[in-house]
């Protein structure tokens, strides 16, 4: 990219994020190693600033908590952050993806070829365009099931549902999400503010699982 040029899409990435350099898939695969975190959106490749202590620790606590419940009921794998998901020609690597075990087969070495079935995003505040705006449209387009979108920030979570091709807001009720794509699995939203976080064993003996 010359100079003194724009990408169209760099007012909505933000300029900390967005390196201008357009690269092929080939290029993002062997570009992106375990001490990257990158994506390929819109042939340009967006590499995230650090995550802040607190996105790290909501991010484990999370991905503790979906990971036993899931192994639990044997219903797929629940991936963190460094596996990225392909949806035609571009890649993402959400903080958190579900994928339910009829589609463990989309699961390569290197990335989940297809949308996974739960997304998780955890917002930066440079980044809340990205995940509010451009993701959630090419999650809704490529069928993605459900996504969580989390800002640790301002405390507010906002759920989504596919219903007929289009993400519907799923409404928080008496303070609690409950999941439709991980039948059974629910969530106290204040869990996720809480300073420190709740204990991880505390929260699944709530959700029974020991």
């Not at 949308?115 to 993701?135: F, G, T, W, Y």
Request: proline residues 7%; glycine residues 6%.
């Amino acid at each position: 990219m010359s100079k003194g040029k724009v990408h169209p899409t760099q007012e909505i990435y933000g300029p900390a994020v967005l390196t201008g350099i357009p690269v092929t898939e080939e290029e993002y695969l062997e570009i992106c190693d375990e001490d990257l975190k990158a994506e390929l959106i819109g042939g340009v490749l967006v590499v995230s600033t650090p995550a802040s202590v607190r996105h790290e620790q909501l991010q484990g606590f999370l991905l503790t908590l979906l990971r036993a419940y899931v192994e639990a009921h044997n219903l797929g794998m629940v991936l963190g952050s460094r596996t990225p998901m392909r949806l035609k020609d571009e890649y993402f690597e959400p903080d958190i993806l579900f994928v339910a075990r009829d589609r463990l087969e989309r699961l390569g070495e290197v990335f989940l070829d297809g949308p996974a079935d739960l997304v998780i995003e955890i917002v930066s505040p440079d980044l809340r365009a990205l995940d509010r705006v451009i993701k959630r449209q090419v999650y809704e387009k490529h069928g993605v099931r459900e996504y969580w979108l989390l800002d640790p920030e301002r405390h507010s979570a906002t759920f989504y549902l596919l219903e007929k091709n289009r993400f519907e807001e799923v409404p928080i009720q008496y303070g609690i999400y409950r999941s439709m794509v991980l039948p059974g699995f629910w969530l106290k939203v204040d869990w996720l503010w809480q300073e420190p976080l709740p204990p991880v064993l505390e929260v699944l003996r709530e959700l029974g699982l020991v």
